[in-house]
């Protein structure tokens, strides 16, 4: 069992930038595929990003390519999600998810862990 908390959320302008955190619990944190997920009112959750164990692949949804970029710092068990040139689109209650597969899941289904959630609102 791992524990997430998310935190960052935050009303921003249109064009502006916002940097989210994910804390996760416990030492194993290295061990798990890391994603981040958003979902809007009246929409399913979706994928945002993932990024391998070690950090070292990442995957992104068309939506926020050359947008977003994900990191993590396995020595403080967090992983982070850099948001820039946010569109009101990106409207969205953000959640971090841990995976303990190696490959990189972009359903809903293949993470096991999530955190409760940040909002982030971008006005325009």
């Known amino acids: 069992q791992v524990q997430l908390e998310e935190s960052g959320g935050g009303l921003v302008q249109a064009g502006g930038s916002l940097r989210l955190s994910c804390a996760a619990s416990g030492r194993t944190f290295s061990s798990y595929t890391m994603g981040w997920f958003r979902q809007a009112p009246g929409k399913e959750r979706e994928f945002v990003a993932a990024?391998?164990?070690?950090?070292?692949?990442?995957y992104y949804a068309d939506s926020v390519k050359g947008r977003f970029t994900i990191s993590r710092d396995n020595a403080k068990n967090t992983v982070y999600l850099q948001m820039n040139s946010l569109k009101p689109e990106d409207t969205a209650v953000y959640y971090c998810?841990?995976?303990?597969?190696?490959?990189?899941?972009?359903?809903?289904?293949?993470?096991?862990?999530w955190g409760q959630g940040t909002q982030v609102t971008v006005s325009s």
């Open positions: 990024i391998s164990r070690g950090g070292v692949s990442s």
């Open positions: 998810a841990a995976d303990r597969s190696p490959l990189l899941r972009n359903g809903v289904a293949g993470y096991n862990y």
